[in-house]
């Protein structure tokens, strides 16, 4: 044996040695130099060390996936051939079991049922939407209500409120192509004037002297924000050319018409619109008002560029575009970088709810959290959390009475701790504080955390690309997320509509 | 203690590979080490231990493709010899063929197979259901570039015998402290350190120990902090940055990566100094060559060795009728290569081309670059030519650090069609310990090699306990970059 072999070995006996009683004491040391409360020396705990068993793997998040890209894949294939099944389907009678809120508040298997449902079947065993019952209505009814009554005849918007998890209408795109196969439509809905973000489905550019103004950043003087959280005004007087706006729409855009949405005009405000070949094709003029105002343009629909030059003494409070069909479902796009949604309070009530009834907002999702999650460190935090969303939900219900509200829970979201990614240990409690909120305030509540596969469950979905480590999803992880979303509410509809037929014929037995 | 935990964790598990700088690691190594030290003197026994050591490594690591390693090891161990003792050319070449086919088939079928029916939009789980959702042996580039060194060198006759003792000749491609990422030994370089004995002395004490050390310093410490903190968000969603915080993610990719693989080397190079065995660098202080042609003679270096003597001469050879435009053609198609052997993703491929490109530039205005050398003052020239090159290499590390080619164009339309300095301000104040990293690892680079040199003397010559004392104190510091709270993510310009 060498010498200087064994010299090695005792090297690394003694290192060992010295981080075996680190661990062991280093809660109890308090070294001198060591005053100030923030220095810790941290080492990994004894039992850690001494624990060489393997981390528990979330199997339930990596079985969830396989079953969702199992079907996002069939989907994507057969959609033409599902669509033709589910066109030719009839509604038939039969009668669903009410799912109570204690039972739909954890993960459950929904009841086998043998009838053929209106829309897609049931496609798996986890129940994420809490659809609660009071006095007889369910949060989504007022929604589905208008769903099988009013979609022909008009526009039926659903509001998509959120953060940076659906900016540039990522999330929302995908629901909103569910919601127009299923229930006619066309277009992409809102559009903001300008955005931080690229957009899905256009190519934005516009002059540089535009201003944004956000119930997050960069707030307005007033609480007259459009219905998204923002509003948006031009300075033309250092610039010598007019402040203009331009959307090249990518191809699988269709629409009939563009609306501008706007308020505040203390002057008339002209718009000219070019074509892609800077032929002025229309001209409007948006007239004088104080209050929320939505003026169709006589933009032709065939139009995949558009340029619009705005001509006018003062700005109007601008909102944004509407690019959308005559009728059927429209899904708009709210969404806000670093929003935690809680600004939305800043938006004046009245001017929130004419803005509401005008666009015929029937159902407002509310999918927020992610940016509130590293913040949340303690019991007192969620308390306080869930307050303030009950406060936002019920200044909703109050400005949108015909209009259904869901909120969409916070999803799994990883932090680095003891040098492994793991979800953000409050996360339940924050999924929690955002349900006993939705649900106090008589909303339906969807459970984005369980429908991940739970606690660590992102670091399934990161390894099988669906979203970054702090829960951002990518483009196929946001397909699955709508598609599910979309899935779960037309399992309650379905159930809905049985519910209506189920009271029909009762109505008529007695009859 | 949890017994049943230790049987657990010496089974493969694929969600829990073997890392160099696991506790797990530790444990078994210094267990290891304990056998190894009384075989030390025994080369054959020393070489078995060794080997079965290895082999556990690799299976713990990659799981039942250790076949595939052992399987590849004894083609070419048998091929080798037969290519030595054979007297036919033809013969020769045939079996030289039939290693490449063999190794590069195994490379092949592993690593790009999925890749190249993706990109012919196949999906193999349809038509090929038994070859659906391939796995990668992980560091297979790896130990087929090593037995193909050995294959190419006996071929050429640069080697004066083919090693005849089976062991040493699959520990040679199996040997653990390089087995996954290199540097790429060369047979001719590491077999005649495992034919014969070894010796140790103080200074591969303290130099094993002073690289294990700075190794873990520059990998966990900065790198993976740099990662979890900046860099992996940016490149995970670029779109959600805007240029100015996508460029400094590029710099900082830059050097993270470059302390990540470095600091990886240097564990490796330290581990195999405790050894006994002396493995070569792979970087010299990279972000100061002047050009690219440089930067690959600083960076992974025994990988651009390879491919300058196995295929850029080679290449050159043949196309030397045809002069400068041969050359630049070989310097491509080895670039080309070198793109492909990084990883089956169009954005290596891409990552390889740019260099390729930069080399063909760097031949073709050699002789104008000398021209404005001789007229502008050397150190303006140095620091112009420095600056230059660093921001090429930043800017090419987006293709080679992205998930695919979308994000990489998203990351360049960013940066050049997004960039606001306006909010730079909000970005130092949000990200002042990552950026603080990210300078601080940047004049860790550039500070004199002496001083390194001059630190690790003093290591050296260091008492055994106080070299114990030091490692201890070391540990716990990196431990507090391994264990800090997560950068928030923090999206500016809301």
Same mark, same amino acid.
């Given at each position: 044996?060498? *010498?200087?072999?064994?010299?090695?070995?005792?090297?690394?006996?003694?290192?060992?040695?010295?981080?075996?009683?680190?661990?062991?004491? /280093?809660?109890?040391?308090?070294?001198? #130099?060591?005053?100030?409360?923030?220095?810790?020396?941290?080492?990994?705990?004894?039992?850690?060390?001494?624990?060489?068993? +393997?981390?528990?793997? &979330? @199997?339930?998040?990596?079985?969830?996936?396989?079953?969702?890209?199992?079907?996002?894949?069939?989907?994507?294939?057969? /959609?033409?051939?599902?669509?033709?099944?589910?066109?030719?389907?009839?509604?038939?009678? *039969?009668? @669903?079991?009410?799912?109570?809120? /204690?039972?739909?508040?954890?993960?459950?298997?929904?009841?086998?049922?043998?009838?053929?449902?209106?829309?897609?079947?049931?496609?798996?065993?986890?129940?994420?939407?809490?659809?609660?019952?009071?006095?007889?209505?369910?949060?989504?009814d007022a929604f589905f209500n208008a769903l099988t009554h009013h979609k022909d005849t008009s526009i039926l918007r659903i509001a998509h409120y959120g953060d940076s998890q659906l900016e540039g209408d990522r999330v929302t795109s995908y629901i909103r192509r569910r919601f127009q196969e299923k229930f006619g439509g066309s277009g992409i809905g809102f559009v903001p004037c300008t955005d931080i973000t690229s957009h899905v489905n256009l190519r934005r550019y516009e002059s540089s002297n535009w201003k944004r103004y956000t119930v997050f950043k960069n707030k307005y003087k007033n609480g007259n924000y459009g219905v998204s959280g923002t509003v948006f005004r031009f300075t033309n007087n250092n610039y010598k050319q007019n402040p203009w706006l331009k959307f090249d729409m990518y191809k699988f855009v269709s629409y009939q018409s563009i609306s501008i949405l706007y308020g505040n005009a203390l002057t008339e405000c002209i718009v000219n619109t070019y074509n892609l070949n800077k032929e002025k094709i229309c001209s409007d003029t948006l007239p004088i008002t104080k209050s929320f105002t939505i003026q169709k343009l006589k933009v032709p629909s065939s %139009?995949?560029?558009?340029?619009?030059?705005?001509?006018?003494? &003062?700005?109007?409070? #601008?909102?944004?575009?509407?690019?959308?069909?005559?009728?059927?479902?429209?899904?708009?796009?709210?969404?806000?970088? =670093?929003?935690? =949604?809680? $600004? @939305?309070?800043?938006?004046?009530?009245? +001017?929130?709810?004419?803005?509401?009834?005008?666009?015929?907002?029937?159902?407002?999702?509310? %999918?927020?959290?992610?940016?509130?999650?590293?913040?949340?460190? /303690?019991?007192?935090?969620?308390? %306080?959390?869930?307050?303030? +969303?009950?406060?936002?939900?019920?200044?909703?219900?109050?400005?949108?009475?015909?209009?259904?509200?869901?909120?969409?829970?916070?999803?799994? !979201?990883?932090?680095?701790?003891? *040098?492994?990614?793991?979800? +953000?240990?409050?996360?339940?409690?924050?999924?929690?504080?955002?349900?006993?909120?939705?649900?106090?305030? $008589?909303?339906?509540?969807?459970?984005? #955390?369980?429908?991940?596969?739970? !606690? &660590?469950?992102?670091?399934?979905?990161?390894?099988? $690309?669906?979203?970054?480590?702090? *829960?951002? @999803?990518?483009?196929?992880?946001?397909?699955?997320i709508a598609k599910e979303l979309f899935d779960d509410l037309m399992d309650e509809y379905n159930t809905y509509l049985l519910k209506q037929q189920q009271l029909i014929s009762d109505a008529e037995g007695n009859q | 203690m949890n017994i049943s935990g230790i049987f657990e964790s010496l089974k493969f598990s694929s969600n829990h590979p073997l890392f160099y700088n696991s506790v797990l690691f530790f444990a078994l190594f210094t267990l290891f080490y304990a056998v190894y030290m009384l075989a030390f003197n025994k080369v054959k026994l020393r070489n078995l231990l060794l080997l079965l050591f290895s082999l556990y490594f690799y299976f713990k690591v990659s799981g039942l493709f250790v076949i595939i390693l052992l399987l590849i090891s004894t083609s070419d161990y048998f091929i080798g010899l037969w290519i030595f003792y054979t007297k036919s050319n033809a013969l020769k070449k045939i079996l030289l063929t039939l290693s490449l086919l063999i190794d590069l088939g195994y490379l092949a079928y592993y690593k790009y197979f999925d890749f190249v029916l993706q990109t012919f939009g196949i999906e193999n789980s349809h038509i090929y259901p038994f070859i659906s959702n391939i796995l990668v042996p992980i560091g297979i580039s790896y130990f087929v570039f090593k037995t193909l060194t050995y294959i190419f060198d006996i071929y050429r006759e640069r080697m004066d015998e083919p090693e005849h003792n089976y062991i040493n000749y699959v520990l040679y491609v199996s040997f653990f402290p390089n087995i996954l990422a290199g540097p790429i030994s060369k047979a001719r370089d590491l077999l005649p350190q495992i034919k014969n004995k070894l010796v140790i002395t103080e200074e591969h004490i303290g130099r094993g120990f002073f690289l294990i050390l700075t190794g873990a310093f520059k990998k966990v410490f900065v790198a993976d902090y740099l990662a979890n903190n900046l860099v992996d968000r940016v490149f995970d969603t670029p779109t959600l940055y805007t240029g100015f915080e996508n460029l400094m993610a590029t710099y900082s990719a830059t050097i993270q990566i470059y302390f990540d693989f470095s600091g990886y080397t240097d564990i490796v190079i330290g581990i195999a100094f405790l050894l006994g065995f002396t493995i070569q660098p792979n970087f010299n202080k990279p972000f100061l060559a002047q050009n690219v042609t440089e930067f690959w003679r600083r960076w992974h270096i025994t990988l651009s060795q390879w491919m300058n003597e196995y295929l850029f001469y080679q290449f050159s050879f043949s196309l030397r009728r045809f002069r400068m435009f041969g050359v630049i053609v070989a310097v491509l198609l080895t670039f080309f290569i070198s793109g492909v052997w990084h990883g089956a993703n169009w954005t290596f491929i891409l990552w390889g081309c740019s260099h390729g490109l930069a080399i063909a530039y760097d031949v073709i205005t050699k002789g104008t670059r000398v021209s404005i050398a001789k007229v502008i003052p050397a150190p303006i020239y140095r620091f112009i030519s420095i600056f230059i090159t660093l921001n090429f290499l930043s800017l090419s590390i987006i293709l080679f650090r992205s998930s695919d080619i979308t994000k990489a164009m998203q990351m360049y339309e960013t940066i050049f069609m997004n960039f606001d300095l306006g909010i730079a301000r909000d970005w130092f104040a949000a990200y002042t310990y990552p950026f603080a990293m990210v300078l601080f690892a940047y004049v860790l680079h550039y500070l004199p090699q002496q001083w390194n040199n001059s630190l690790t003397n003093i290591y050296i010559k260091m008492h055994w306990t106080l070299k114990a004392i030091i490692a201890f104190v070391a540990i716990l510091l990196i431990y507090q970059a391994f264990n800090t709270d997560t950068q928030p993510f923090i999206y500016l310009e809301f």
């Amino acid at each position: 044996m060498s *010498g200087k072999l064994f010299k090695i070995f005792l090297i690394i006996l003694l290192l060992e040695a010295f981080l075996i009683a680190y661990s062991f004491f /280093s809660p109890k040391i308090n070294l001198p #130099f060591l005053n100030d409360k923030d220095i810790e020396i941290k080492f990994i705990e004894l039992d850690d060390l001494m624990d060489f068993s +393997y981390n528990k793997v &979330n @199997l339930v998040a990596d079985s969830l996936i396989a079953g969702y890209l199992k079907k996002d894949s069939v989907q994507q294939k057969d /959609s033409t051939k599902i669509k033709n099944i589910l066109k030719n389907r009839e509604i038939v009678a *039969g009668i @669903l079991e009410n799912k109570s809120e /204690s039972d739909t508040a954890k993960k459950a298997v929904k009841p086998k049922t043998d009838v053929k449902l209106p829309f897609e079947e049931p496609t798996n065993n986890l129940i994420a939407l809490i659809n609660q019952e009071h006095n007889g209505k369910c949060a989504l009814d007022a929604f589905f209500n208008a769903l099988t009554h009013h979609k022909d005849t008009s526009i039926l918007r659903i509001a998509h409120y959120g953060d940076s998890q659906l900016e540039g209408d990522r999330v929302t795109s995908y629901i909103r192509r569910r919601f127009q196969e299923k229930f006619g439509g066309s277009g992409i809905g809102f559009v903001p004037c300008t955005d931080i973000t690229s957009h899905v489905n256009l190519r934005r550019y516009e002059s540089s002297n535009w201003k944004r103004y956000t119930v997050f950043k960069n707030k307005y003087k007033n609480g007259n924000y459009g219905v998204s959280g923002t509003v948006f005004r031009f300075t033309n007087n250092n610039y010598k050319q007019n402040p203009w706006l331009k959307f090249d729409m990518y191809k699988f855009v269709s629409y009939q018409s563009i609306s501008i949405l706007y308020g505040n005009a203390l002057t008339e405000c002209i718009v000219n619109t070019y074509n892609l070949n800077k032929e002025k094709i229309c001209s409007d003029t948006l007239p004088i008002t104080k209050s929320f105002t939505i003026q169709k343009l006589k933009v032709p629909s065939s %139009q995949r560029s558009v340029k619009f030059e705005f001509i006018a003494d &003062n700005s109007p409070d #601008f909102y944004g575009f509407l690019i959308e069909g005559e009728n059927g479902v429209q899904v708009d796009n709210y969404a806000i970088r =670093g929003h935690s =949604g809680t $600004g @939305l309070m800043d938006i004046d009530s009245d +001017y929130l709810a004419k803005q509401i009834k005008l666009l015929n907002t029937r159902l407002i999702i509310f %999918q927020f959290g992610a940016n509130v999650v590293p913040y949340i460190t /303690s019991n007192n935090k969620c308390k %306080q959390l869930e307050e303030k +969303y009950y406060e936002l939900f019920m200044k909703f219900k109050a400005a949108a009475p015909n209009a259904s509200i869901l909120v969409v829970g916070a999803g799994d !979201m990883a932090t680095y701790i003891h *040098g492994k990614f793991q979800s +953000y240990p409050f996360l339940p409690k924050i999924r929690d504080a955002q349900k006993n909120a939705a649900l106090r305030a $008589g909303c339906a509540f969807w459970d984005l #955390f369980e429908v991940m596969g739970g !606690m &660590n469950s992102i670091i399934a979905w990161t390894n099988k $690309g669906l979203t970054a480590k702090d *829960g951002h @999803l990518y483009d196929k992880g946001r397909r699955i997320i709508a598609k599910e979303l979309f899935d779960d509410l037309m399992d309650e509809y379905n159930t809905y509509l049985l519910k209506q037929q189920q009271l029909i014929s009762d109505a008529e037995g007695n009859q | 203690m949890n017994i049943s935990g230790i049987f657990e964790s010496l089974k493969f598990s694929s969600n829990h590979p073997l890392f160099y700088n696991s506790v797990l690691f530790f444990a078994l190594f210094t267990l290891f080490y304990a056998v190894y030290m009384l075989a030390f003197n025994k080369v054959k026994l020393r070489n078995l231990l060794l080997l079965l050591f290895s082999l556990y490594f690799y299976f713990k690591v990659s799981g039942l493709f250790v076949i595939i390693l052992l399987l590849i090891s004894t083609s070419d161990y048998f091929i080798g010899l037969w290519i030595f003792y054979t007297k036919s050319n033809a013969l020769k070449k045939i079996l030289l063929t039939l290693s490449l086919l063999i190794d590069l088939g195994y490379l092949a079928y592993y690593k790009y197979f999925d890749f190249v029916l993706q990109t012919f939009g196949i999906e193999n789980s349809h038509i090929y259901p038994f070859i659906s959702n391939i796995l990668v042996p992980i560091g297979i580039s790896y130990f087929v570039f090593k037995t193909l060194t050995y294959i190419f060198d006996i071929y050429r006759e640069r080697m004066d015998e083919p090693e005849h003792n089976y062991i040493n000749y699959v520990l040679y491609v199996s040997f653990f402290p390089n087995i996954l990422a290199g540097p790429i030994s060369k047979a001719r370089d590491l077999l005649p350190q495992i034919k014969n004995k070894l010796v140790i002395t103080e200074e591969h004490i303290g130099r094993g120990f002073f690289l294990i050390l700075t190794g873990a310093f520059k990998k966990v410490f900065v790198a993976d902090y740099l990662a979890n903190n900046l860099v992996d968000r940016v490149f995970d969603t670029p779109t959600l940055y805007t240029g100015f915080e996508n460029l400094m993610a590029t710099y900082s990719a830059t050097i993270q990566i470059y302390f990540d693989f470095s600091g990886y080397t240097d564990i490796v190079i330290g581990i195999a100094f405790l050894l006994g065995f002396t493995i070569q660098p792979n970087f010299n202080k990279p972000f100061l060559a002047q050009n690219v042609t440089e930067f690959w003679r600083r960076w992974h270096i025994t990988l651009s060795q390879w491919m300058n003597e196995y295929l850029f001469y080679q290449f050159s050879f043949s196309l030397r009728r045809f002069r400068m435009f041969g050359v630049i053609v070989a310097v491509l198609l080895t670039f080309f290569i070198s793109g492909v052997w990084h990883g089956a993703n169009w954005t290596f491929i891409l990552w390889g081309c740019s260099h390729g490109l930069a080399i063909a530039y760097d031949v073709i205005t050699k002789g104008t670059r000398v021209s404005i050398a001789k007229v502008i003052p050397a150190p303006i020239y140095r620091f112009i030519s420095i600056f230059i090159t660093l921001n090429f290499l930043s800017l090419s590390i987006i293709l080679f650090r992205s998930s695919d080619i979308t994000k990489a164009m998203q990351m360049y339309e960013t940066i050049f069609m997004n960039f606001d300095l306006g909010i730079a301000r909000d970005w130092f104040a949000a990200y002042t310990y990552p950026f603080a990293m990210v300078l601080f690892a940047y004049v860790l680079h550039y500070l004199p090699q002496q001083w390194n040199n001059s630190l690790t003397n003093i290591y050296i010559k260091m008492h055994w306990t106080l070299k114990a004392i030091i490692a201890f104190v070391a540990i716990l510091l990196i431990y507090q970059a391994f264990n800090t709270d997560t950068q928030p993510f923090i999206y500016l310009e809301f």
